[in-house]
T-cell receptor, first 108, second 112 residues
Framework: AQRVTQPEKLLSVFKGAPVELKCNYS??????LFWYVQYSRQRLQLLLR?????SIKGFTADLNKGETSFHLKKPFAQEEDSAMYYC??????????WGAGTKLIIKP | DAMVIQNPRYQVTQFGKPVTLSCSQT?????MYWYQQKSSQAPKLLFH???????NEADTPDNFQSRRPNTSFCFLDIRSPGLGDAAMYLC???????????FGSGTRLTVV
């Protein structure tokens, strides 16, 4: 079955500390994975996609096919990173399968 | 310079009274999506259009319909809203089925 799992509903870290938001997937083909972010009272927006191999707002995510993971990382958290983060997988019908989301809170 | 615009931002409707939510885009994207998002949950795809081709998700209730009269506009019609339909409704577009999505700000629907 195709599935995206974000094991943490809530993650709270101090400003300046490293952040890792976990995402694991189950997919039989070659996955295309995304991270979306939703800041408070703002629209859901694309943060990054694995195919681009880019760093956005200091965040990176590496696809690990052996561990079927696509964890989102940032070495030094900032208060403005507080938001809801969703990991998503594009399936064979080109539809997004969403994880349940992780709420990230950065404490001052 | 909002590129996917949803109106209204907040909509209150009576139980059973038909309601229409609208979405417009200035991106000229081929694909448009309607999602339902309930509190603390991931978005749930209701349907999408690839150009004029309509694709309904198998578990989307018949109560929900959609229209896309042209590339720029897409509407979500809820024929008889129930209390369980109260949610945030998100419109999204994509240049192709392979692209990342651009979301609108959403319409929060309240059913009274």
């Amino acid at each position: 079955a195709q599935r995206v799992t974000q094991p943490e509903k809530l993650l709270s870290v101090f400003k300046g500390a490293p952040v890792e938001l976990k995402c694991n997937y189950s997919y039989s083909g070659s996955p295309e994975l995304f991270w979306y972010v939703q800041y408070s009272r703002q629209r859901l927006q694309l943060l990054l996609r694995h195919i681009s191999r880019e760093s956005i707002k200091g965040f990176t995510a590496d696809l690990n096919k052996g561990e079927t993971s696509f964890h989102l990382k940032k070495p030094f958290a900032q208060e403005e990173d507080s938001a809801m983060y969703y990991c998503a997988l594009m399936d064979s019908n080109y539809q997004l399968i969403w994880g349940a989301g992780t709420k990230l809170i950065i404490k001052p | 310079d909002a590129m996917v615009i949803q109106n209204p931002r907040y909509q209150v409707t009576q139980f059973g009274k038909p309601v229409t939510l609208s979405c417009s885009q200035t991106l000229n994207h081929n694909v448009m999506y309607w999602y339902q998002q309930k509190s603390s949950q991931a978005p749930k795809l209701l349907f999408h259009y690839y150009d004029k081709d309509f694709n309904n998700e198998a578990d989307t209730p018949d109560n929900f319909q959609s229209r896309r009269p042209n590339t720029s506009f897409c509407f979500l019609d809820i024929r008889s809203p129930g209390l369980g339909d109260a949610a945030m409704y998100l419109c999204a577009t994509s240049v192709s089925v392979l692209g990342g999505y651009t979301f609108g700000s959403g319409t929060r629907l309240t059913v009274v």
